[in-house]
């Protein structure tokens, strides 16, 4: 291994700008390849090369008919890489190197709405005309010029060692990715047993590779362009056993006897075989929340389906809650569109008094619970088409006339959930509030902050807003039936990354308001508890169904 100083040659290492390297391969027997190794770093990239100009024209130019003779091993491949998101709610995926679009066609299949960048004129040509997919742009992601924020999945399917400039690339990708979203990006892996074993006949040498990564130095490409890795994993290809064999030729062209006995055994060679040999990384990442990212953290986020207005709906989870029912409704803002209650099996005419004040009305044949309510005040919320649902309490403890101030982050697209505080502005001692309460929440609220990773100044607040991308990001229906089911839904958010601002809010305490007394509210202190550690836990690998 020679040790050399890049005084003269402008290609210094894409990942640490170290101009020093050692040559690790430097051959012109298969064909000009000169690999060279980061001594700060250890990236390993190509060097000399032809220039950025000159590789993306070939790539432009570039055809493979061989390439959609693999089409169905190509399909199962990108299904694999789609299952990591089977569990996410389908929203805009983009793949960069999009090729002739067999992932996107399989992605669309299941629900996601599909963008496709393509270098290659030939193949984004098929995937545009032969698989009439839509979105796809003939460039570069630079040129596709995406709006910051767009997208909730970017796909990154060995691309990386291809280009020129890899941190830029996911620079910009960063940008287009939204704050909640995922990136996934393979490439093979020169730290690999095969890579050992093979050496400079290791299928992953190729001139068009211009880097090459390991675990390591592909996991410090991704924090130094912003994001936090999430997973790494090898990465299985589904390929025809002509395929295989044929790769298997090349490393042992003495074996040319199969080569015929192939071409006489066409139809069986057809099956698909799925091989992991761990010479593939696939590693999942999302943004970084460092503080020299925030202002994109916090660029607004494009609500779901843009509309000149938004339909609001109030939902009350009401129980025994005829005597303040009237008031409640009474400070009600003309900007609310729809009502809904949902009576819990009252013993008073809760149900009979909503509907005469033109309520929509549900009601439970058994008493669900308070979390058991809320349920199903979402999921008819949803039915009925709402982009913002407030969950607001019917025993007029909390005050409606708020609710403009509530819902406006939404609106505006700065967040996905709103809560109204009591512990802002001193709301909470002002309205009554008993001081072990006030003092309680204080510290389950501390607590909560420092696991969940997140500063709200209230988690208990009975007063709140979802959009209706939070609703249907989270699976709140695996949540309790009881009262920690606020606390539940909270830290759902905080796994998908939901955003969450607060607004100040005064309350009332009387003798007729709910409240949870002592010793149901201890049981709500251990539940909660128990849902920081189940939440330490999934972050930590261990899979916990209701966060998923």
């Known amino acids: 291994m020679s040790t050399t ?78 299952s990591y998101f089977k569990n996410e709610k389908k929203g805009r995926l983009l793949d960069v ?69 890899p941190k830029e690339a996911l620079e910009q990708i960063r940008r287009v990715l939204k704050p909640a979203g995922i990136i996934c990006c393979n490439t093979p892996d020169v730290d690999s047993l095969a890579s050992k074993v093979f050496g400079s006949k290791w299928w992953g040498i190729r001139q068009s590779h211009l880097y090459y990564f390991n675990k390591q130095t592909l996991s410090d490409m991704f924090e130094a362009t912003g ?79 843009p509309k000149e207005k938004m339909k609001v709906t109030v939902v009350l989870p009401a129980y025994n809650a005829a005597s303040t029912l009237k008031r409640t409704l009474a400070d009600v803002p003309p900007s609310v569109d729809e009502i809904i209650l949902v009576d819990d099996c009252s013993k008073d005419n809760t149900a009979e008094l909503a509907r005469s004040l033109g309520l929509k009305v549900f009601v439970h044949e058994k008493n669900r619970g308070y979390g058991g309510n809320q349920k199903t005040c979402y999921k008819n919320a949803l039915e009925a ?34 809560f109204g505080s009591r512990m802002m502005k001193g709301g909470a001692l002002e309205g009554g509030m008993p001081l072990w309460k006030h003092n309680a929440n204080i510290l389950l609220t501390a607590l909560e902050n420092v696991v969940l990773g997140i500063y709200l100044t209230e988690y208990h607040s009975g007063f709140r807003a979802y959009s209706a991308k939070y609703l249907n990001t989270v699976n ?41 007394k002592l010793w149901p509210s201890i049981v709500y202190g251990l539940n909660i508890l128990k849902t920081m550690l189940k939440f330490v836990l999934h972050k930590h690998g261990f899979r916990i169904k209701q966060f998923e």
């Open 5 to 82: 100083s890049l005084t003269n040659n402008k290609i210094l290492c894409n990942l640490c700008g170290s101009d020093h390297y050692a040559v690790v391969y430097d051959s012109t027997v298969d064909f000009p390849v000169r690999i060279v190794k980061c001594l700060k770093c250890g990236l390993m990239y190509t060097n000399p090369r032809p220039g950025p100009t000159q590789i993306k024209m070939n790539y432009e130019v570039m055809t493979d008919e061989y390439y959609i003779q693999e089409e169905q091993g190509l399909r199962r491949s990108a299904n694999f890489i789609l």
């Open 97 to 165: 190197g999009c090729a002739t679009g067999f992932l996107l066609d399989e992605a669309r299949k299941q629900g996601w709405e599909v963008y496709g960048v393509e270098l290659s004129a030939w193949a984004s040509d098929y995937a545009k005309n032969k698989l009439q997919l839509p979105n796809i742009v003939q460039g570069s992601l630079k040129e596709a010029n995406y709006p910051a924020n767009f997208f909730d999945v970017v796909i990154f399917n060995n691309v990386i060692e291809h280009l020129t400039e």
């Open 227 to 305: 994001f936090v890795p999430l997973k790494v994993r090898s990465h299985a290809r589904s390929f025809t056993i002509n395929y295989w064999i044929y790769k298997f030729l090349g490393y042992r062209p003495s074996f040319k006897f199969l080569r015929s006995w192939l071409n006489s055994n066409a139809g069986w060679t057809k099956n698909l075989v799925r091989i992991d040999i761990g010479d593939q990384i696939e590693i999942f990442a999302r943004k970084s929340r460092q503080l020299k990212y925030l202002h994109e953290l916090e660029l607004p986020i494009e609500v779901e389906s």
């Open 385 to 418: 088409g709402a982009d913002v649902v407030i969950m607001l309490h019917p025993d007029f403890q909390y005050d409606p006339t708020a609710i403009d101030q509530l819902i406006e982050p939404i609106v505006k697209g700065r967040a996905h959930a709103v």
């Open 476 to 516: 709140y229906e695996a949540n309790s039936d009881g009262f920690v089911f606020d606390t539940e839904i909270i830290v759902q958010g905080v796994v998908k990354y939901m955003k969450f601002e607060e607004v100040p809010i005064r309350t009332r305490y009387f003798d007729e308001a709910s409240s949870i």
